[in-house]
């Protein structure tokens, strides 16, 4: 699908797979801070900031979190069916193997067993800070309850 987006040149797949890893820890990155400031601001600062812009804060604090679960749950899944994927050529490989070569056999079960589910990467250039896969999504919802109770339990207004 990207190769016929973006040309038959694996440099720009490649590219767009970094785009990708860039963009992924942009949205993660703010969409966390984005979600703690509007929390913070929501709860602690209603006296302090004029009514008219402060109804901004809640809608922040309402949207934010629906894209940002979309989106991180769109990446689990891409993992979780790619990871389907190769369970089940495993299973049809093995269920096969009787109908073919053994040699053969071996050697598309080594194949198979060395792909990789597809997984976003979350990082800058060569420096991964994790994969989007299942477990992502709770750890970074805790992550922003943690740093988002903690702002607000810290100061007092």
Known sequence: MFISILGSSRSSFINALE?????ALFA??????????????TVKLH????????????CISILCPIFGSSALNLAAKCHLISNKFKTLWLKTLDK??????????????????????FAYNV???????????RSTSPRFWYEVLYYSINAILSLRM
């Not at 785009?19 to 963009?23: I, N, P, S, V």
């Not at 993660?28 to 601001?41: K, L, P, Y």
């Not at 302090?48 to 804060?57: G, Q, S, T």
């Not at 053969?104 to 792909?115: A, E, G």
């Open 19 to 23: 785009l990708l890893q860039h963009f």
């Open 28 to 41: 993660m990155g703010a969409g966390g801070i984005a979600i703690i400031i509007s929390s913070f601001t």
């Open 47 to 58: 006296h302090v900031i004029p009514m008219p812009m402060f109804l901004a804060f809640p």
């Open 96 to 117: 096969n193997s009787s109908n073919c070569n053994e040699k053969m056999s071996q050697y598309w079960k080594r194949k198979c067993s060395t792909l990789f589910p």
């Open 123 to 133: 990082g800058v250039n060569d420096l991964i800070f994790c994969r989007i896969n």
